[in-house]
T-cell receptor, first 117, second 111 residues
């Protein structure tokens, strides 16, 4: 069964450093997403991406964040200058708008645990 | 800010009983609703989606939607210890691109 994959599973970085989190969405999906979950808190939407551009972003997704689809399979989240409060689980998700609508089921990857020291 | 509200629990039920999980949402125009299960330290795993008023059954799971009351629920029949997890209710934003999650209800099924 196709699944979303993410690398690395755990990333430790120093405050102020840049990190890139990588995701391979399900191959025939067209919508891609990033979410984060701070320990003990709810899953929060960061950004959605369709047709090589951002379709929606949350207030959390400020200028320190960027997303890219560098090739036909990878989808990346870059944090330019990490802060302590960026420590969280980051989940990638993808969906297949088979009906032509964007509101289809989102399938989540296993996540990357980011620890900022 | 559109909200999705869930009782955080923990909800404790004995093995074999029915677990009932509830969720309310504030955005009246929401059309798509999802239940995910999340084990500790893991990612959300889809259980069910529901789009129309009424009940939708899949195995031991039944989702119920009442758009007039802005209420969606999940029933788990014949609960098993392996069902012990946090259950997340998620609703699409009115833009149709973002899932808004509740904080989740922790379910504990005791043998």
């Amino acid at each position: 069964e196709p699944e979303v994959t993410q690398t690395p599973s755990h990333q430790v970085t120093q405050m102020g450093q840049e990190v890139i989190l990588r995701c391979v969405p399900i191959s025939n999906h067209l919508y891609f997403y990033w979410y984060r979950q701070i320990l003990g808190q709810k899953v929060e939407f960061l950004v959605s991406f369709y047709n090589n551009e951002i379709s929606e972003k949350s207030e959390i997704f400020d200028d320190q964040f960027s997303v890219e689809r560098p090739d036909g399979s990878n989808f990346t989240l870059k944090i330019r200058s990490t802060k302590l409060e960026d420590s969280a689980m980051y989940f990638c998700a993808s969906s297949d708008p088979g009906t032509g609508a964007s509101t289809d089921t989102q399938y989540f990857g296993p996540g990357t645990r980011l620890t900022v020291l | 800010q559109k909200e999705v509200e869930q009782n955080s629990g923990p909800l404790s039920v004995p093995e074999g009983a029915i677990a009932s999980l509830n969720c309310t949402y504030s955005d009246r125009v929401s059309q798509s609703f999802f239940w995910y299960r999340q084990y500790s330290g893991k990612s959300p795993e889809l259980i069910m989606s529901i789009y129309s008023n009424g009940d939708k059954e899949d195995g031991r799971f039944t989702a119920q939607l009442n758009k007039a009351s802005q209420y969606v629920s999940l029933l788990i029949r014949d609960s098993q210890p392996s069902d012990s997890a946090t259950y997340l209710c998620a609703v699409y934003s009115n833009s149709g691109y973002a899932l808004n999650f509740g904080k989740g209800t922790s379910l504990l099924v005791t043998p």
